[in-house]
């Protein structure tokens, strides 16, 4: 087990993923920084930022979570939140608001936030070319309720953060995501760790080498 320390500035940051040792929690590397051509370059081999705050802690966890747009579970409130006209879903817009309300949104059992502000103009900035994503969910008074953000490259996506200001906000939003990827033929979601909250929406475990054969084949 090795972890890496990345000075300021080098590229490329990461060696071949094949070659890198995770410790127990997935940590590869610390520091380097969280320019665009650095989170791409992370993201096309199995890597993603934990912290905006230097030195950034980089991970690739040896479990991965990840969600078939498929195997989305729909629960019986959420369908008839789908239906009821209360609020809707679209795509690919206010890409930074939904960055910080993820930023500021208070989590149980944490104090703080691990996006900064230069975390939010870099994805943007990957977003504005056509690298990012972001599903929204508005009420009634066009009033931004929840949403949650990512990365895509080819046909990888990978989930980042989400919030929700009212109860299931969120999940909306990531349910009409799926269904979106589904047309489109996108096979799966990196949602990065296991979590209980993501096993009821429907993910599962893979392996790190199931997860690199899996991103090796989506962005080809």
């Known amino acids: ?39 791409v370059e992370a993201y096309s081999k199995g890597i993603f930022p934990w912290d905006g705050n230097f030195p950034h802690p980089w991970f690739s966890p040896q479990n991965r979570a990840i969600l078939e747009p498929s195997q989305f579970h729909v629960s019986h409130s959420l369908r008839k939140l ?36 230069e975390m939010v103009q870099s994805y943007t900035t990957l977003f504005n070319a056509g690298l990012g994503f972001c599903a929204i969910t508005l009420d009634q008074n066009d009033r931004l309720v929840g949403g949650l953000y990512g990365v895509k490259l080819g ?15 969120s999940k909306l939003a990531l349910m009409k995501l799926c269904q979106k990827l589904l047309r489109e033929g996108v096979e799966w979601i990196d949602c990065q760790q296991d979590t209980a909250h ?17 991103l090796q084949e989506a962005v080809r």
């Open 1 to 39: 087990m090795r972890v890496l320390w990345i000075p300021p500035g080098k590229r490329p940051l990461f060696p071949e993923p094949e070659s890198l040792e995770p410790d127990e929690h997935g940590l590869v590397a610390l520091g380097g920084d969280i320019a665009p051509d650095a989170l």
């Open 198 to 214: 993501l096993r009821s929406l429907g993910s599962r475990i893979v392996s790190r080498p199931q997860f690199l054969k899996l």
């Open 155 to 169: 046909r990888a996506y990978f989930g980042e953060s989400m919030f929700s200001a009212e109860r299931d906000a």
């Open 82 to 117: 789908a239906v009821s006209g209360k609020y809707r879903v679209e795509f690919d817009v206010m890409f930074p608001q939904v960055m910080r309300r993820c930023m500021l949104i208070p989590r149980r059992g944490q104090s703080g936030t691990w996006i900064s502000e």
